[in-house]
Each structure stands twice: as C-alpha cells, then as structure tokens.
C-alpha cells in the first residue's frame, strides 16, 4: 500500500495563512501524510472552476489518495459536509457541487455526511473555516487508516448536489460550445472534447476565424491556433502569447466550431 496521500483545492489565495493552517492540522494528526497542492487560487467561490481543476487532476494520483476541495461559499450554512469514497479516492468537501466532475467520472460507492465531532478538529468549529476544523482532519483520519463509516451518516449518493455542464450543441457543419476555464497562461479550455472534433476545423470566436491544429507551433508568434489540449478538450491559444487578453475572452463565452463541408 502506498503512503498516506492528501491533496488540496481551495480558493483561499497564497497571500494568507489559511493553506498552511490546514496543513498543520494534518500534520497534528499524522505527520507522515503527504499532502499537495494542486492549486490555491481558484477565483473565490467559484465552484465550476474547482470542480473541473479537480476533474482533471484525480485520476493522475493513486487510488487511496484523499481529495479535499474547499470552496465554500455556503460555509456556516444548512449545507452538507461530506466525503465520499470512490474506486478512484475519496473526496471530500461541502456538498455544494463542487465535487461534480471528479464523481461524475468515478463510480461512487459510499457517501458519508460528516456529523461526527470525534473527527474534527474541535466540537465548536468555526462557522467560516471548515477546512481548518472539519475537512482537513477528517481528510488525515481517513488518509491514516480510519474508516468512511466512522465519519458520518451514510447519504444516497443520487442526492448530492451536483453542477451539470452544458454539452456543446451540435449540427452537420458546426458544433456550438463555450469557454469553461482559462488557465494560467491565458489559454482557453473550451467544454469541446476532442471525442466529438473532426479531423479538421476551423474555430470562430467573436470575428476571429481560428485554424485548427496540433500544438502552440502550428502557426506563427502572435497567431491563434486551436488544438487538443492535454486535458482532453479542445483549447485555443496564442503561439508566445495569451488568448484570453488578445482574444478578448472570459470564461462561458460562446464558441462555434465550424466543420469542412
């Protein structure tokens, strides 16, 4: 069995401590976890953007790797907190819809509420930071051995609340999608999987009229260029530069792919 794996989504920034506290919490627990960060600057309470981060990233981790997602916007709230195993990992985080991407890909098996104070870190958690006082020490129980069960009530899992994406609109010439993530670099992540591109295309965002190909290099600096990215969907991007600011783009902005008649 692999060592004790924890990795962390949240929105709460760099410039804080609140990442580090919760890391401290885990390491009170079990020292020996290792814990990643797989981003901290999701924009605040944006939970589509969290939930597509995550699915992107689980299914690079072992199996028995716990998954925790704070981004809360409910927090202190009637909402749930709940973990739930998978036969990919466990994940665990508000029942807001911010584990949507990552459950809709792994067959769940078992959802726990987590009602159990014997779990967290104190009795009396703080009403805005879960992840300090619920998610993160139940996130090192159970990276530590203990079971699901212990944590919680059992919960259908049909009734978590669940964020579903849009699937892109299709004819026999175009296919109509939209932006769902900008990354880093100013690319452009469409919600167009590379299952549903012909071998051939042509992308048109707002008036520009964008060449399909198969990586950054396809076409000169400062030219756009649309392609498969590594997550699987088609991106468009600018060869040196950045699409988003070039192109003028923001996250659900429409795209139209057109197809070779």
Request: some cysteine.
């Amino acid at each position: 069995m692999s060592s004790p794996l924890i990795t962390l989504i949240t929105d709460f920034g760099l410039t804080d401590v609140y990442v580090g506290i919760m890391k401290g919490v885990i390491a009170q627990i079990n020292p020996e976890i290792s814990v990643i960060d797989l981003t901290h600057t999701i924009p605040p309470q944006n939970l589509a953007l969290a939930s597509f981060q995550l699915g992107n990233a689980f299914p690079y981790f072992p199996d028995n790797t716990v998954h925790v997602v704070v981004v809360d916007p409910g927090v202190g709230s009637q909402r749930r907190a709940i973990a739930c195993q998978t036969e990919a990992g466990v994940f665990v985080g508000p029942d807001n819809g911010v584990l949507s991407s990552a459950l809709n890909q792994a067959k769940t098996v078992t959802v726990v509420e987590l009602n159990q104070p014997q779990f967290w870190r104190t009795v009396t958690p703080s009403n805005t930071f879960h992840g300090r006082d619920i998610f993160a020490p139940v996130a090192a129980s159970l990276a530590t051995g203990y079971p699901l069960m212990a944590m919680g009530t059992a919960l259908d899992p049909q009734q978590l609340v669940r964020m579903s994406p849009v699937p892109p609109q299709k004819s026999d010439q175009w296919l109509m999608g939209a932006v769902q993530a900008i990354d880093y670099f100013g690319n452009l992540i469409t919600n167009i999987p590379a299952a549903a591109l012909p071998p051939s295309w042509t992308v048109k965002l707002g008036e520009h009229l964008i060449p399909s190909g198969t990586t950054y290099g396809n076409v000169q600096a400062g030219k756009a260029v649309s392609f498969i990215g590594s997550h699987g969907w088609l991106e468009v991007a600018i060869n040196g530069g950045n699409a988003q600011a070039l192109l003028n783009c923001k996250v659900c902005d429409r795209i139209l792919l057109l197809t070779p008649k």
